[in-house]
T-cell receptor
Framework: GENVEQHPSTLSVQEGDSAVIKCTYS??????FPWYKQELGKGPQLIID?????GEKKDQRIAVTLNKTAKHFSLHITETQPEDSAVYFC???????????FGAGTTVTVRA | NAGVTQTPKFRILKIGQSMTLQCTQD?????MYWYRQDPGMGLKLIYY???????DKGEVPNGYNVSRSTTEDFPLRLELAAPSQTSVYFC??????????FGQGTRLTVV
């Protein structure tokens, strides 16, 4: 099965600085890597994803990079704003049944 | 367009009681899922369904049951509530495998 590890568990950044969250996965057959943002009291929401045929994908202030050789992928948030404060989860599909395995989450706090 | 709707939002159960967590989606998605979220543990898959009449176990199915009689609805049943089932439960749906729309969650406490 897929084992997804996520670091760090908490991250505090000054408003305007960048935030980086890293995840590693174990199943080399995984080919799809979504990132979810969970605000307080709400369900996780898909914010960006990347497929294994590309190394980087950007959407305004967020970007995701993928290193298939090393089996890790990262979320980058630039010019952080208070509304970026949330818990972020990475995920990867299990090759046996394609269901998502989630990382433990990173609590991001943006200080004003 | 409501997306994925879960009820109730909060519930307190006594040990041994039973209840059903309701989930409905209006996006005509074939795939539906139930996850539980415990602090620092991410999301664990309880059960999933790939279409009406088809359900299967996820990573942590013990103590739970599901049914899928329609495309829209995917209720989760707890028969004999235990303190270990205190958690936040999320229902999700998708039109393909791999990603999902999540509901707002149900916070369940078993005392």
């Amino acid at each position: 099965g897929e084992n997804v590890e996520q670091h760090p568990s908490t991250l505090s950044v000054q408003e305007g600085d960048s935030a980086v969250i890293k995840c590693t996965y174990s199943d080399s057959a995984s080919n799809y890597f979504p990132w979810y943002k969970q605000e307080l009291g709400k369900g996780p929401q898909l914010i960006i994803d990347i497929r294994s045929n590309v190394g980087e994908k950007k959407d305004q202030r967020i970007a995701v990079t993928l290193n298939k050789t090393a089996k890790h992928f990262s979320l980058h948030i630039t010019e952080t704003q208070p509304e970026d404060s949330a818990v972020y989860f990475c995920a990867a599909p299990r090759s046996n049944d394609y269901k998502l395995s989630f990382g433990a989450g990173t609590t991001v706090t943006v200080r004003a | 367009n409501a997306g994925v709707t879960q009820t109730p939002k909060f519930r307190i159960l006594k040990i041994g009681q039973s209840m059903t967590l309701q989930c409905t989606q209006d996006m005509n998605h074939n795939y539906m899922y139930w996850y539980r979220q415990d602090p620092g543990m991410g999301l664990k898959l309880i059960y999933y369904s790939v279409g009406a009449g088809i359900t299967d176990k996820g990573e942590v199915p013990n103590g739970y049951n599901v049914s899928r009689s329609t495309t829209e609805d995917f209720p989760l049943r707890l028969e004999l509530a235990a303190p270990s089932q205190t958690s936040v439960y999320f229902c999700a749906s998708s039109y393909s495998e791999g990603w999902a729309f999540f509901g707002q969650g149900t916070r369940l406490t078993v005392v």
